[in-house]
């Protein structure tokens, strides 16, 4: 199975093949993790840019890890250190980080389609690190990762996602990929917060968090995005909590082997409670382990193929 | 007709004899481990394996080695070949290697394949196995076990077949597509 694509700029598009390119590459790529010398020279003298116009401790550092594991040289640059504030365009940005010879370019900015128009720009791979409220491609892979390995299946699997789905670029990416594969997707959150077209995606949709969890083979709750709620989509925190907040008592209502994935950061108390989080269901740290080796994985597939016409 | 250069038969004498050479080499099976470089070096690991413990009833430790993420020819715009795992679940540290390859040829694929067995530790000492040793080497590298040495013009193929891959054991000589 190869990855087909130049660069991954979100999951829409991608072929089931694609996916499992990726996840197959990453399980190998997982064991070279685990071992007392994890950096392997693969990708030795090349170099990474990892360019993030928006906050970020995971993603970034994984990103940068997954790099450095691989021998490549990681450049990290923070949006609001960079030209951008004294006026200089992304394109213009990305241009001359092109001519410093990078060899991949990673992404993440506040508007969607960033990584698309970078990609545009640049003859090498770029990698979308989420883009405003469009995808997390990433996130959506690890997340599958997480899955796999803990249910072996992929197809068939039900899915719940629940929050705030109508601004969640995470949500939106494993939507287009679960989809893709097979899987049962249904989404649990407030009328406002779930987009008028879901049912023609194949999702079903719930308002009340206990009947939308009681069949789901993995839970996957989303972070209520306090940045991003400028204009209020619930009347307060607290409504939002005990509505549509993950606590062990509704865990109950839940099959006995349920998996709980959280894309982090959590909001402790707030969409999901403490004895979950830290409760024998919650995978949330494995997701983390995993983004690793998912990002390892691209990179090793992106530059086998970059000097190539694909896609 | 492609010429067969080793048939069946041919194939496990060659097995036999290097079993014997390697436990003379080392005196007994002591602090010894075999390992297989994906992906014929394993079938080749494993059938030494067999055969060592048919001679000396010690059955040695083997481990298999994917050297994909340390070649020095990826990147250079063909797709990248799947990778596979690792697994050597033994200490190398102090311990006897013998790497086992199906073809040696370059011998690039061995400098890797020391690479990666560094990764995992300090090795006692590390000796080559190979099947077949068709020439045309590019570093200094020398195998310390040859099943046949088949003298090749770099342009030929030579194709190792061995049962547990392939359904048949074989090894032919295929002159490369005008």
Same mark, same amino acid.
């Given at each position: 199975?190869?990855?087909?694509?130049?660069?991954?700029?979100?999951?829409?598009?991608?072929?089931?093949?694609?996916?499992?390119?990726?996840?197959?590459?990453?399980?190998?790529?997982?064991?070279?993790?685990?071992?007392?010398?994890?950096?392997?020279?693969?990708?030795?003298?090349?170099?990474?840019?990892?360019?993030?116009?928006?906050?970020?401790?995971?993603?970034?550092?994984?990103?940068?890890?997954?790099?450095?594991?691989?021998?490549?040289?990681?450049?990290?640059?923070?949006?609001?250190?960079?030209?951008?504030?004294?006026?200089?365009?992304?394109?213009?940005?990305?241009?001359?980080?092109?001519?410093?010879?990078?060899?991949?370019?990673?992404?993440?900015?506040?508007?969607?389609?960033?990584?698309?128009?970078?990609?545009?720009?640049?003859?090498?791979?770029?990698?979308?690190?989420?883009?405003?409220?469009?995808?997390?491609?990433?996130?959506?892979?690890?997340?599958?990762?997480?899955?796999?390995?803990?249910?072996?299946?992929?197809?068939?699997?039900?899915?719940?996602?629940?929050?705030?789905?109508?601004?969640?670029?995470?949500?939106?990416?494993?939507?287009?990929?679960?989809?893709?594969?097979?899987?049962?997707?249904?989404?649990?959150?407030?009328?406002?917060?779930?987009?008028?077209?879901?049912?023609?995606?194949?999702?079903?949709?719930?308002?009340?968090?206990?009947?939308?969890?009681?069949?789901?083979?993995?839970?996957?709750?989303?972070?209520?995005?306090?940045?991003?709620?400028?204009?209020?989509?619930?009347?307060?925190?607290?409504?939002?909590?005990?509505?549509?907040?993950?606590?062990?008592?509704?865990?109950?209502?839940?099959?006995?082997?349920?998996?709980?994935?959280?894309?982090?950061?959590?909001?402790?108390?707030?969409?999901?409670?403490?004895?979950?989080?830290?409760?024998?269901?919650?995978?949330?740290?494995?997701?983390?382990?995993?983004?690793?080796?998912?990002?390892?994985?691209?990179?090793?597939?992106?530059?086998?193929?970059?000097?190539?016409?694909?896609? | 007709?492609?010429?067969?250069?080793?048939?069946?038969?041919?194939?496990?004498?060659?097995?036999?004899?290097?079993?014997?050479?390697?436990?003379?080499?080392?005196?007994?099976?002591?602090?010894?481990?075999?390992?297989?470089?994906?992906?014929?070096?394993?079938?080749?690991?494993?059938?030494?394996?067999?055969?060592?413990?048919?001679?000396?009833?010690?059955?040695?430790?083997?481990?298999?080695?994917?050297?994909?993420?340390?070649?020095?020819?990826?990147?250079? *715009? $063909?797709?990248?070949?799947?990778?596979?795992? +690792?697994? /050597?679940?033994?200490?190398?540290? !102090?311990?006897? %290697?013998?790497?086992?390859?199906?073809?040696?040829?370059?011998?690039?694929?061995?400098?890797?394949?020391?690479?990666?067995?560094?990764?995992? *530790? $300090?090795?006692?000492?590390?000796?080559?196995? +190979?099947? /077949?040793?068709?020439?045309?080497? !590019?570093?200094? %590298?020398?195998?310390?076990?040859?099943?046949?040495?088949?003298?090749?013009?770099?342009?030929?193929?030579?194709?190792?077949?061995?049962?547990?891959?392939?359904?048949?054991?074989?090894?032919?000589?295929?002159?490369?597509?005008?």
């Amino acid at each position: 199975m190869q990855y087909s694509q130049k660069h991954l700029l979100g999951i829409k598009g991608l072929s089931k093949e694609d996916i499992l390119a990726v996840l197959n590459a990453a399980d190998t790529f997982k064991v070279y993790t685990q071992r007392d010398i994890k950096k392997v020279p693969t990708l030795r003298g090349r170099t990474i840019i990892n360019m993030f116009f928006e906050p970020s401790t995971r993603t970034r550092t994984s990103f940068e890890i997954a790099g450095k594991r691989m021998s490549a040289d990681v450049i990290n640059i923070a949006g609001s250190s960079s030209s951008v504030v004294k006026g200089e365009t992304l394109v213009d940005t990305v241009k001359n980080l092109e001519a410093m010879n990078c060899d991949i370019l990673i992404i993440r900015h506040g508007e969607a389609g960033a990584a698309e128009l970078a990609a545009r720009h640049l003859s090498n791979p770029v990698i979308n690190a989420g883009d405003g409220y469009h995808e997390h491609p990433t996130q959506a892979l690890l997340d599958l990762m997480t899955i796999r390995e803990h249910k072996q299946e992929l197809e068939g699997q039900k899915v719940t996602i629940v929050g705030d789905i109508a601004h969640s670029r995470v949500a939106r990416s494993n939507i287009y990929a679960m989809k893709t594969l097979g899987m049962d997707v249904s989404v649990v959150g407030p009328p406002t917060m779930i987009p008028a077209d879901m049912e023609k995606m194949g999702v079903k949709v719930f308002h009340n968090l206990e009947k939308g969890i009681k069949d789901a083979d993995v839970i996957m709750m989303l972070r209520i995005q306090m940045e991003r709620q400028n204009k209020t989509f619930f009347p307060t925190l607290r409504e939002y909590s005990n509505l549509f907040g993950l606590n062990l008592q509704k865990l109950k209502k839940a099959k006995k082997d349920v998996l709980i994935l959280h894309p982090g950061p959590v909001n402790r108390g707030i969409e999901i409670s403490t004895d979950v989080i830290d409760g024998p269901h919650s995978v949330i740290l494995n997701q983390v382990t995993n983004g690793v080796a998912i990002r390892m994985a691209l990179m090793y597939l992106l530059l086998g193929l970059s000097d190539e016409t694909v896609n | 007709m492609n010429p067969v250069v080793l048939n069946s038969q041919q194939i496990s004498r060659a097995i036999s004899r290097i079993a014997h050479e390697i436990v003379e080499k080392n005196s007994g099976c002591d602090n010894l481990a075999l390992v297989g470089i994906r992906t014929r070096g394993v079938p080749f690991a494993k059938r030494l394996q067999a055969k060592i413990k048919s001679i000396e009833n010690v059955t040695l430790q083997l481990g298999i080695l994917d050297i994909t993420l340390y070649r020095d020819d990826i990147q250079t *715009g $063909r797709s990248h070949p799947e990778i596979r795992s +690792t697994e /050597i679940p033994f200490p190398v540290e !102090e311990t006897k %290697i013998v790497l086992c390859d199906d073809v040696l040829f370059t011998g690039r694929t061995i400098r890797a394949a020391i690479d990666e067995l560094m990764d995992f *530790g $300090r090795p006692a000492g590390v000796q080559l196995a +190979t099947l /077949i040793d068709r020439g045309h080497r !590019e570093l200094p %590298i020398r195998p310390d076990y040859v099943g046949k040495n088949i003298p090749t013009s770099k342009s030929q193929l030579i194709k190792v077949r061995l049962n547990e891959e392939d359904g048949e054991d074989q090894v032919i000589l295929v002159d490369a597509p005008q």
